[in-house]
């Protein structure tokens, strides 16, 4: 597929713009955008077709950028408002709606200790298979994720499409899915880890949140919301709500439904929170610098499952 940005004679007095190349990867897990300036704001009819080719692919794959903390703020604003990341330890540049993602003490410079216990919890939470803030009623909708500093080996990003994952489900299986309650909460995964539970004012604030377990959306197309922090299933025994939990999650994750960013300096990748699952893959964290910028696009509405909103 190409979409066609304009490609004008210099002559004519217009604006040469080359043209957007969107190259949809042979699994049909995202695509990769070439032919476009992501540095300048966006024309409408660039942002537009890039609007498009998300919906359709759900990850978007970018090379080579030089973005600045500003422009990725407003590349990202263009798909909605954005989340702000309080501490402002984790901002980059003091902007909160920017996270780094990293082992790197800001401060400092220098990688942070292996085994700060805030360190430590956030590589093991971001290591398993997760949905950003599932365990909010509102979920974030996208994230854009923007390499400055990778290692040299590891360090990759795995990515589970779980519309594609449903699709494949037999008709029996999605009828007997659609109308399940999941219950997702941020604590599961630290229980799941064996990590110490948070202090209670923190755990009020982030309180479990009821989903959809088949989450459908605006354009008709359904996916697993699942992840580390799912708890529960309403009706089932925690055992079998587990049982049930893991097998989609294998069916998510097989090979077929799954793509691996190697990253390198300069990519940027934005993917749809709601249907696309991930993980970190592990690198050197003691030796080895790692060092994204991440900004994510809020949720504005609850989930709605396969017959609208759930009671
Ligand atoms: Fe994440």
Same mark, same amino acid.
């Given at each position: 597929?190409?979409?066609?940005?304009?490609?004008?004679?210099?002559? $004519?007095?217009?604006?040469?713009?080359?043209?957007?190349?969107?190259?949809?990867?042979?699994?049909?897990?995202?695509?990769?955008?070439?032919?476009?300036?992501?540095?300048?704001?966006?024309?409408?009819? &660039?942002?537009?077709?890039?609007? /498009?080719?998300?919906?359709?692919?759900?990850?978007?794959?970018?090379?080579?950028?030089?973005?600045?903390?500003?422009?990725?703020?407003?590349? &990202?604003?263009?798909?909605?408002?954005?989340?702000?990341?309080?501490?402002?330890?984790?901002?980059?540049?003091?902007?909160?709606?920017?996270?780094?993602?990293?082992?790197?003490?800001?401060?400092?410079?220098?990688?942070?200790?292996?085994?700060?216990?805030?360190?430590?919890?956030?590589?093991? !939470?971001? &290591?398993?298979?997760?949905?950003? /803030? &599932?365990?909010? @009623?509102?979920?974030?909708?996208?994230?854009?994720?923007?390499?400055?500093?990778?290692?040299?080996?590891?360090?990759?990003?795995?990515?589970?499409?779980?519309?594609?994952?449903?699709?494949?489900?037999?008709?029996?299986?999605?009828?007997?899915?659609?109308?399940?309650?999941?219950?997702?909460?941020?604590?599961? @995964?630290?229980?799941?880890?064996? *990590?110490?539970?948070?202090?209670?004012?923190?755990?009020?604030?982030?309180?479990?949140?009821?989903?959809? *377990?088949?989450?459908?959306?605006?354009?008709?197309?359904?996916?697993?919301?699942?992840? $580390?922090?799912?708890?529960?299933?309403?009706?089932?025994?925690?055992?079998?709500?587990?049982?049930?939990?893991?097998?989609?999650?294998?069916?998510?994750?097989?090979?077929?439904?799954?793509?691996?960013?190697?990253?390198?300096?300069?990519?940027?990748?934005?993917?749809?929170?709601?249907?696309?699952?991930?993980?970190?893959?592990?690198?050197?964290?003691?030796?080895?610098?790692?060092?994204?910028?991440?900004?994510?696009?809020?949720?504005?509405?609850?989930?709605?499952?396969?017959? !609208?909103?759930?009671?």
């Amino acid at each position: 597929m190409q979409s066609g940005a304009g490609n004008l004679e210099p002559e $004519s007095g217009n604006l040469l713009m080359a043209e957007i190349t969107i190259t949809p990867r042979a699994t049909g897990i995202g695509a990769e955008v070439g032919g476009i300036d992501l540095g300048k704001p966006l024309p409408d009819k &660039s942002f537009e077709a890039l609007r /498009s080719a998300f919906e359709a692919y759900r990850l978007l794959i970018f090379r080579n950028l030089h973005w600045t903390v500003d422009q990725q703020v407003a590349y &990202s604003e263009k798909f909605g408002a954005l989340e702000d990341f309080p501490d402002p330890k984790d901002q980059a540049e003091g902007h909160k709606t920017v996270l780094r993602v990293t082992n790197i003490d800001r401060a400092t410079n220098t990688i942070k200790p292996v085994d700060d216990p805030g360190h430590k919890s956030f590589t093991l !939470g971001t &290591s398993a298979w997760h949905i950003d /803030s &599932s365990f909010r @009623t509102l979920p974030s909708k996208a994230s854009v994720l923007y390499a400055l500093e990778m290692p040299e080996d590891g360090g990759d990003t795995m990515f589970a499409d779980t519309t594609l994952a449903y699709d494949s489900l037999s008709e029996d299986r999605k009828r007997a899915l659609e109308n399940l309650v999941i219950v997702h909460d941020f604590e599961e @995964t630290r229980r799941r880890h064996k *990590l110490p539970p948070r202090p209670p004012e923190v755990q009020a604030a982030t309180p479990p949140a009821r989903q959809p *377990l088949v989450a459908e959306r605006a354009n008709g197309r359904r996916a697993l919301f699942i992840g $580390s922090h799912a708890a529960s299933i309403e009706g089932m025994t925690y055992e079998d709500a587990r049982t049930l939990i893991d097998e989609l999650e294998e069916i998510c994750t097989q090979p077929a439904y799954t793509y691996r960013h190697e990253w390198k300096d300069g990519d940027m990748v934005m993917f749809d929170n709601i249907c696309m699952m991930h993980q970190a893959m592990p690198y050197d964290l003691a030796k080895s610098r790692r060092l994204l910028h991440r900004t994510t696009v809020a949720g504005d509405a609850p989930l709605a499952g396969v017959n !609208g909103p759930i009671a």
